[in-house]
């Protein structure tokens, strides 16, 4: 087995800085939409989501996968937004299947 080829020097702070602006881009953008509209990134993205699905229908798992925002940030999220009125989780299996926005 070889052994593990780490970055080069030019390589590491390249991916760093991409890392780093990407992480600044998102944090801008959460500020600007929770400013201008009274809504987080994650949930923004969230609802985008869900408007693109099939039926406005993803399951928990499926929303984790497509999104920046980790399984139990989506759970939060969802919880927050169900309490908002801006969706609700299935009763019959709340962590299976999440309708999208009213």
Known sequence: MEPTSW?????????????????????DLDKQLVRDSGISFADYEILVLLSEAEDRRLRMRELSDASTTTRSGITRAITRMEAAGGCNA??????SAVPGPH
């Open 7 to 27: 970055l080069t020097h030019d390589e590491h702070r390249l991916w760093r800085s991409y890392l780093d602006a990407t992480r600044m881009l998102i944090q």
């Open 90 to 95: 299935s009763n019959a299996n709340p962590t």
